[in-house]
């Protein structure tokens, strides 16, 4: 009994400390201000300069924390292919499973940093058309995988890819 009223008492003591004198004060009081304030910008999620508009990591989500927005004037990113909608992810219904960064094609196919990330997409600087022309390095089951959830397949079309996925979904039925 005695132990548990030092307890008491030690974590009482401590936290009257750190409400009166700001002892051991995590957050320095600036931070704390712009956060109540709204000042605090979060980082970006998505990089929508180099996402593709595929809608592969908005058909994969599984809580639905990723919708397509369309973009106030359509990117033509090479020929035949014109972008004109980016995602947007909801932190709120996020679950962090990452299933949107492991699918992006920029990621999956060209194996450059992915244009989505829960956390911080960082910076994404690449050639666009210069990548979706290169062939893939992967293999046919990965993208038959990866190809069930891409809304747009033009990404396939241009690396001659389509023949290869029809033989494997036959073959695999």
């Known amino acids: 009994m005695k132990n548990l009223v030092r307890i008491i008492l030690e974590g009482a003591f401590g936290n009257l400390k750190k409400i009166l004198f ?15 304030q709204g ?81 911080d997409v960082g910076e994404v600087e690449l050639d666009l058309e210069e990548n979706m022309n290169k062939p893939f390095k992967i293999s046919e089951d990965k993208l038959a995988f990866i190809s069930q959830y891409l809304s747009d397949k033009n990404v396939l079309k241009n690396n001659n890819t389509e023949n290869k996925l029809e033989k494997i979904h036959k073959f695999s039925k």
Not at 23 to 29: Q, Y
Not at 79 to 85: H, L, R
């Open 22 to 36: 700001a002892s051991d004060r995590v957050t320095d009081m600036e931070m704390r201000e712009n956060i109540l």
């Open 39 to 119: 000042k605090i910008k979060p980082k970006d999620k998505v990089a929508i300069d180099a996402c593709i508009g595929c809608s592969g990591c908005a058909n994969v989500c599984p809580t639905c924390a990723i919708t397509m927005v369309d973009l106030e004037s359509p990117k033509e990113l090479m020929e035949g292919w014109t972008k004109d909608q980016v995602p947007k992810l909801d932190s709120e219904k996020c679950v962090f499973c990452y299933y949107c960064h492991d699918f992006c094609p920029v990621y999956a196919l060209f194996g450059e940093k992915a244009t989505i990330h829960p956390n």
